[in-house]
Every structure is written in C-alpha cells, then in structure tokens.
C-alpha cells in the first residue's frame, strides 16, 4: 500500500487569480484522476478496513454513471488496499459499457461489473438495485452522498481540512453533488474564516437540501452564495489556465466566476479535481 497522504493541497497564483488545487491530490499519479473524491474515498476505506474484510467479504462496491469518475476511483482504492470491487452501473449492456474508457478501466483494474437496471440510469434507481445486491452478497458500499452522515470524517471532514491553507476575499467552489461544497463551508467555519464563498453549479437540480442536511451546525451559521448555470452536462469545455481545468465541472465553473469576479479583490477557485484522463 502506498503512502497515505494526509498533507494540505497548496494554493497558486496565476494572472492574478489564486487556485486552491485540490486536483493536485495524485496518490495514483498525475495520469489518473485525481483530487478530493479520492482523498475521500481512500480515507473511509482505510478507516473501515478491518470491517471490510471481516464482516463485508472484503469486498467494496459502488454505483455510478458510466460517465462517472466515482467508478474508477473505487476501482483503484480497491486495488490498493487488496480488496475486491463491484462496479454497477445502469441503462447499457456490459459489451457496451466496457466501449466507454472509464468502464474499460474499472474492468482492468479486476473489478467486477455488474449491470443494476437494464432501463434506467439515474442514481436513485441504481443505489436501490445495489442496495438489493447487497442483501445477497457481502460488501462495502460507497456511495459518496448516502456516506456523508454516517462517515462524516471521511465524506466531510478530509475536505474541510483543506480550507486551513485558503486565504482570499472570495472563495469560488465548482459545485455538483454537493459533497466538496459541505466540507469546503465546514472548514471555513472550523478554521474561522471570514471571506465571501460562492458555490458556482454549472448543471444539475438545486443541491442546497443536500447541503444543508449534511451540515453538522444549524444552517444559519454558514454563509454563502449559490450560482446556477445553464451548461450541458455532457458537453465537455476545454480551458487552459495556466493549467488544464477538469472539462465537465471546473471549466464551465471558471467561466461563470469570470462574469462575477471582482478584480479588486483577492479571488480563490477551488480545483475539486480532474478527471480529463477518462473523458
């Protein structure tokens, strides 16, 4: 097993603008995706290891979109930590979901894949179908929402101890499930922070229930802004920084805190992750 980095990710300044790049969390390297959702995800199953492999067949699983870096990622901590893993996924046939590079990959990574729904491919319907697997079959899920509350200091607090080094007027957070964004406003409030924080969703439904359900204070001790843009979800958005942005999240995000940014002030974007290597 590889070291096990619990550092701070650092902050860069580039044209003006600094970066919190979290994306530069790379335990498997700068070719593969990288960022907090593996951070996560190393860290509960390094928590709940010995639980893994006594009561859960040492065996994780997960579902995701094929689409998704969440497989992938379960894949590879698998890997590492010597475990067996389960990729569900739905709406495609294995033939046709191992065509698609992330599936291809979770496959050579040993993983064993599983189609949840023939017809539907939304998460609701997926975690239910691994929920039912689960009762026949011993395993670990890891299910990064659903885990939030239960194994908070993995889902929540590996993020928000990131915020220690983030310093700025305004802090811009890419936003999708919702789950860095909890942790990001958790940590400026565990480390007293007193600039601005805005939560840029490029795509998707409102997130906010979510949030504020994850929340381990009362709702009014946290505040922030809540953006929401109109980008397609599937289509991907090249841009340069002085570094490559991830292109599904990051990218589209960038470009909405372009039209808010205020130039006198100290402007940080937070770099959740990239995945570009799978797309």
Wanted: charged content about 25%; hydrophobic content about 35%; aromatic content about 12%.
């Amino acid at each position: 097993m590889m070291e096990y980095d619990e550092g701070l990710t650092p902050v860069e300044e580039y044209n003006g603008i600094f970066y919190k790049r979290d994306d530069k969390y790379a335990p498997y390297g700068e070719d593969f995706v990288t960022g907090g959702k593996i951070r996560q995800c190393r860290d509960l199953i390094k928590t709940n290891l010995d639980y893994i492999k006594e009561e859960c067949g040492g065996t994780i699983s997960t579902a995701s979109s094929i689409h998704s870096p969440q497989a992938v990622i379960v894949s590879k901590v698998a890997e590492e930590f010597g475990l067996e893993s389960i990729i569900g996924f739905g709406n495609t046939t294995i033939e046709k979901a191992l065509k698609n590079k992330a599936m291809k990959m979770c496959a050579d990574l040993g993983s064993e894949m599983v189609v949840l729904s023939e017809s539907q491919g939304f998460n609701n319907v997926l975690y239910a179908n691994l929920n039912k697997l689960a009762e026949k079959r011993p395993m670990f899920k890891v299910l990064f929402g659903y885990a939030a509350q239960r194994y908070r200091s993995s889902i929540i607090g590996r993020i928000a101890e990131q915020i220690e080094n983030v310093d700025c007027d305004t802090l811009y957070v890419p936003l999708g499930s919702g789950m860095t964004f909890t942790g990001v406003i958790e940590g400026v409030r565990l480390f007293q922070k007193q600039f601005k924080v805005v939560a840029l969703q490029p795509f998707g439904f409102d997130r906010r229930k979510d949030i504020h359900k994850n929340l381990e204070g009362p709702t009014w001790d946290y505040e922030y802004s809540y953006e929401v843009g109109k980008y397609p979800y599937n289509k991907l958005l090249k841009k340069n920084v002085g570094f490559e942005l991830d292109m599904v999240y990051e990218s589209k995000s960038f470009e909405m805190m372009e039209q808010m940014i205020n130039k006198d002030e100290k402007s940080c974007f937070w770099c959740i992750g990239n995945s570009n290597y799978i797309r």
